[in-house]
């Protein structure tokens, strides 16, 4: 007899006993079965693998990919800064992050506002350990869920620097990044993605990171921008983009790399996954035309750091949306993003005349604004969507929920960077010399050059 015709002769008689119990034990066994099945944690290798590689994708957005394309846009003599500057507050974030990041942000804790300290250096965290993802009963390890969201947080303050490029103390750089992460990102991480976080019970979405990630760091940028001062000579001298070359292939690294950051923030490898991807494809797609479409009508010609500029702005957009959005919605959104990004950045900034250098207000902040609101509408099942998670289940609730994150990340933001800047100014100094600003920041606070011509 063949192990198959075992099997089922096991599997036959099992059922002939299981039918002759009375019925009350029937129904014990039963019970006690289907809670034994619900008791029990799965652990599933492909989503596993999925979240590997999506942590990995999220640090290959920032380094190359945020490093490249901000590299590209400041001039020659600060290539090799902005390089520099990204390189490392990834590290003092991963740092930070482990020590006790995590705890603040995910902790367990109680509290609307912050996670507490229960896992300050990951205290609690085993191999064993497991992290809930959006199904029932399936887990993935809680490792894999710390260094996924660790690379949230290191590359959420390198998006900053493109605000004060060129012109800001390295000492300063580092100082505020502790700071601001310590009291702005971990508490606003919390405060959206954590079951007691004050945003999240609201029942705002933001499923990849529009307000703890982009509008987060585009208002600190813009606070940045303003407290530090315009660069030596804006608005006289030459400071177009050294290498759009670069820029281009940063950008292209961070539109791959943006698939870890959206659709790994499914957290499993399922279709929820795959609505994100397809949404990161078009409505990126879209914001490229959208804002290469306004530089025809308004410049009659459309350039490389257009489209660029139009990708990331998409790219934005889409990143609280991506899970809840359809197709056709995302489509909309990116393009309305661009349109949006595009009359921030070349109108409102000369208008009002900040000094922010890689406009990260003007496409993270302006275009994490409209995809947090956007949220709310699109999510609409008549809309594409996949509903409505505000309390009242209305449309009008949700972009409430939206509107109220928004402004509470506007606000926290707002006022952790600006004391954050004068506590900066207070003990380091903020700016260098104008004599080394002009000769620039490669050598004059690293004492090398990206090029040796």
């Given at each position: 007899?063949?192990?198959?015709?075992?099997?089922?002769?096991?599997?036959?008689?099992?059922?002939?006993?299981?039918?002759?119990?009375?019925?009350?034990?029937?129904?014990?066994?039963?019970?006690?079965?289907?809670?034994?099945?619900?008791?029990?944690?799965?652990?599933?290798?492909?989503?596993?693998?999925?979240?590997?590689?999506?942590?990995?994708?999220?640090?290959?957005?920032?380094?190359?990919?945020?490093?490249?394309?901000?590299?590209?846009?400041?001039?020659?003599?600060?290539?090799?800064?902005?390089?520099?500057?990204?390189?490392?507050?990834?590290?003092?974030?991963?740092?930070?992050?482990?020590?006790?990041?995590?705890?603040?942000?995910?902790?367990?804790?109680?509290?609307?506002?912050?996670?507490?300290?229960?896992?300050?250096?990951?205290?609690?965290?085993?191999?064993?350990?497991?992290?809930?993802?959006?199904?029932?009963?399936?887990?993935?390890?809680?490792?894999?869920?710390?260094?996924?969201?660790?690379?949230?947080?290191?590359?959420?303050?390198?998006?900053?620097?493109?605000?004060?490029?060129?012109?800001?103390?390295?000492?300063?750089?580092?100082?505020?990044?502790?700071?601001?992460?310590?009291?702005?990102?971990?508490?606003?991480?919390?405060?959206?993605?954590?079951?007691?976080?004050?945003?999240?019970?609201?029942?705002?979405?933001?499923?990849?990171?529009?307000?703890?990630?982009?509008?987060?760091?585009?208002?600190?940028?813009?606070?940045?921008?303003?407290?530090?001062?315009?660069?030596?000579?804006?608005?006289?001298?030459?400071?177009?983009?050294?290498?759009?070359?670069?820029?281009?292939?940063?950008?292209?690294?961070?539109?791959?790399?943006?698939?870890?950051?959206?659709?790994?923030?499914?957290l499993e490898a399922t279709a929820g996954a795959t609505l994100a991807m397809i949404n990161t494809f078009i409505a990126?797609?879209?914001?490229?035309?959208?804002?290469?479409?306004?530089?025809?009508?308004?410049?009659?010609?459309?350039?490389?750091?257009?489209?660029?500029?139009?990708?990331?702005?998409?790219?934005?957009?889409?990143?609280?949306?991506?899970?809840?959005?359809?197709?056709?919605?995302?489509?909309?959104?990116?393009?309305?993003?661009?349109?949006?990004?595009?009359?921030?950045?070349?109108?409102?900034?000369?208008?009002?005349?900040y000094d922010d250098s890689l406009d990260v207000f003007g496409v993270h902040g302006i275009g994490g604004i409209i995809?947090?609101?956007?949220?709310?509408?699109?999510?609409?099942?008549?809309?594409?969507?996949?509903?409505?998670?505000?309390?009242?289940?209305?449309?009008?609730?949700?972009?409430?929920?939206?509107?109220?994150?928004?402004?509470?990340?506007?606000?926290?933001?707002?006022?952790?960077?600006?004391?954050?800047?004068?506590?900066?100014?207070?003990?380091?100094?903020?700016?260098?010399?104008?004599?080394?600003?002009?000769?620039?920041?490669?050598?004059?606070?690293?004492?090398?050059?990206?090029?040796?011509l």
């Amino acid at each position: 007899m063949n192990n198959s015709m075992k099997l089922s002769g096991l599997t036959a008689l099992g059922a002939s006993l299981f039918a002759s119990l009375p019925a009350w034990a029937q129904e014990a066994a039963a019970t006690t079965e289907a809670a034994a099945e619900t008791a029990a944690p799965i652990v599933e290798k492909g989503d596993v693998a999925w979240m590997m590689t999506a942590t990995l994708l999220v640090l290959f957005m920032i380094v190359p990919g945020l490093a490249l394309f901000y590299g590209g846009l400041v001039r020659t003599k600060n290539m090799l800064s902005v390089l520099m500057q990204t390189t490392v507050i990834s590290a003092v974030a991963m740092i930070i992050w482990i020590v006790y990041g995590y705890s603040m942000a995910f902790g367990g804790g109680t509290s609307p506002y912050w996670g507490g300290f229960a896992k300050v250096f990951l205290a609690g965290v085993t191999p064993d350990s497991l992290s809930a993802t959006f199904s029932e009963g399936i887990m993935i390890p809680e490792y894999l869920f710390i260094a996924f969201q660790m690379t949230f947080a290191a590359i959420t303050p390198a998006l900053i620097i493109g605000g004060f490029a060129e012109r800001i103390k390295f000492s300063a750089v580092l100082l505020f990044v502790v700071i601001w992460l310590t009291f702005s990102y971990f508490p606003i991480a919390h405060m959206v993605w954590d079951a007691a976080g004050v945003i999240y019970n609201h029942g705002a979405i933001d499923f990849a990171g529009g307000t703890v990630v982009h509008i987060n760091a585009g208002i600190a940028a813009l606070v940045a921008a303003i407290v530090i001062g315009p660069r030596v000579g804006y608005g006289k001298d030459n400071m177009a983009p050294h290498s759009m070359t670069l820029t281009m292939v940063g950008a292209s690294m961070l539109w791959v790399g943006w698939f870890g950051f959206n659709a790994g923030s499914n957290l499993e490898a399922t279709a929820g996954a795959t609505l994100a991807m397809i949404n990161t494809f078009i409505a990126t797609a879209a914001a490229i035309l959208g804002w290469s479409l306004m530089e025809v009508m308004t410049r009659g010609k459309a350039s490389m750091l257009g489209a660029a500029s139009g990708m990331v702005a998409g790219l934005v957009a889409i990143t609280p949306a991506c899970g809840t959005t359809g197709p056709v919605g995302a489509i909309a959104l990116g393009f309305l993003a661009a349109i949006a990004c595009f009359f921030f950045v070349t109108t409102v900034k000369h208008k009002l005349g900040y000094d922010d250098s890689l406009d990260v207000f003007g496409v993270h902040g302006i275009g994490g604004i409209i995809g947090a609101i956007g949220t709310g509408i699109l999510a609409a099942p008549s809309l594409g969507g996949t509903g409505f998670v505000a309390e009242a289940g209305t449309m009008g609730a949700q972009v409430y929920a939206q509107i109220l994150g928004v402004v509470i990340t506007i606000i926290w933001s707002g006022a952790v960077s600006l004391v954050a800047l004068y506590i900066c100014k207070a003990t380091t100094g903020l700016r260098v010399t104008t004599d080394e600003e002009r000769e620039g920041l490669d050598l004059t606070s690293h004492g090398e050059r990206a090029y040796n011509l």
